[in-house]
């Protein structure tokens, strides 16, 4: 039977892969978080930034830095699937036919209502 162990072994060869590759999950949900709740230039910055810093256009100064542009291959496939699946996500959630118990078609409906029932047109004459 496998195990957590033998499946992450047979993944990642060695420490500082399977350290760069928890890293680039955690930063793509970091983006995926930040793109979720409406940051939308902030989020793609950020994925903007995560990637330069794991191809080695920002040096790196820390240890966690260093693990993640030994093995950038595994952050960066990381980082851009875990953003892309969230903003897909946020996407197809906005989508959605039924949120909150109301029909898409029903709150598209109610936003175009025709001129309020004092009005003859919707300029305020009469």
Known sequence: MAT???????IFNTIPELH???????SGVL???LYWHGHHRSSLAALTGFYL??????????RGLAVVQSKPWYFCSLLLATALC???????????????GVPHSSRVESRTEVAPSGRADGNGRR
């Open 4 to 10: 957590v162990a033998n499946v992450l072994s047979s």
């Open 20 to 26: 760069s590759g928890q890293l680039g999950l955690l």
């Open 31 to 33: 983006v995926g978080l």
């Open 53 to 62: 810093l794991a191809i080695g256009v920002v040096p790196a100064s820390t």
């Open 86 to 100: 969230a903003i897909a996500g946020r996407v197809l959630w906005t989508w959605l036919p039924f949120r909150h």
